[in-house]
């Protein structure tokens, strides 16, 4: 959801003088208003979309167009991607919560844009506590911004997190309505 969100603000990121880091904490701001703050937004997706905004070094959209025809089919690859990951972190935190044996999963795949997120985004630490799992990466949002932005985007995530995350876990809200409405919107501007 949050890449079909970027799309609508490409103008906006390309255009604006603003800096990479002022242009991330409006964006996850217009996010959270635009969902009505019912989406739990995860650290690496803010940390690609980031990585995009910057153009860094780890910018996974270097071979994406943004202004293509194809768009929303490259957009859907990636959130594939960032899902496979996703899901493997939830089965990891299932399997090795009040077990006293240690599960380590694997991926084993030829698909470049899998590979080039996992490489990019590595986990360096993990913790699994009570079915959840808790991710740290040497390349997360939050290393790449100044303190001070690093703190504002802290802030907008923590207000109201409980109750997003569990709108997102108990689907108190209409995805598909959404994703349409977005897919609509691009589809009209291509």
Request: hydrophobic share 35%; no cysteine; charged share 25%.
């Given at each position: 959801?949050?890449?079909?969100?970027l799309h609508n603000y490409t103008d906006f990121i390309n255009s604006s003088k603003k800096s990479a880091e002022n242009k991330i904490v409006y964006l996850i701001q217009t996010f959270i208003k635009e969902t009505e703050n019912k989406l739990a937004y995860s650290e690496l997706e803010l940390s690609v979309i980031f990585d995009y905004i910057n153009n860094g070094d780890n910018n996974i959209f270097k071979s994406t167009n943004l202004n293509s025809k194809n768009l929303l089919s490259k957009l859907k690859g990636i959130a594939w991607?960032?899902?496979h990951i996703r899901t493997s972190e939830d089965q990891i935190a299932l399997r090795n919560t009040n077990s006293k044996e240690v599960f380590l999963h694997s991926i084993f795949t030829a698909d470049k844009g899998l590979s080039n997120v996992i490489n990019n985004y590595s986990i360096s630490r993990m913790l699994a506590h009570e079915e959840k799992l808790y991710v740290y990466r040497d390349n997360n949002i939050f290393k790449k911004l100044s303190k001070d932005k690093a703190?504002?985007?802290q802030?907008?995530?923590?207000?109201?997190r409980n109750?997003?995350?569990s709108n997102v876990r108990e689907a108190k809200?209409?995805?598909?309505?959404?994703?349409?409405i977005?897919?609509?919107?691009?589809?009209e501007m291509i």
């Amino acid at each position: 959801m949050a890449f079909l969100l970027l799309h609508n603000y490409t103008d906006f990121i390309n255009s604006s003088k603003k800096s990479a880091e002022n242009k991330i904490v409006y964006l996850i701001q217009t996010f959270i208003k635009e969902t009505e703050n019912k989406l739990a937004y995860s650290e690496l997706e803010l940390s690609v979309i980031f990585d995009y905004i910057n153009n860094g070094d780890n910018n996974i959209f270097k071979s994406t167009n943004l202004n293509s025809k194809n768009l929303l089919s490259k957009l859907k690859g990636i959130a594939w991607d960032l899902f496979h990951i996703r899901t493997s972190e939830d089965q990891i935190a299932l399997r090795n919560t009040n077990s006293k044996e240690v599960f380590l999963h694997s991926i084993f795949t030829a698909d470049k844009g899998l590979s080039n997120v996992i490489n990019n985004y590595s986990i360096s630490r993990m913790l699994a506590h009570e079915e959840k799992l808790y991710v740290y990466r040497d390349n997360n949002i939050f290393k790449k911004l100044s303190k001070d932005k690093a703190t504002k985007i802290q802030e907008l995530l923590e207000k109201d997190r409980n109750s997003r995350i569990s709108n997102v876990r108990e689907a108190k809200y209409n995805i598909q309505e959404n994703i349409d409405i977005y897919e609509k919107y691009i589809n009209e501007m291509i």
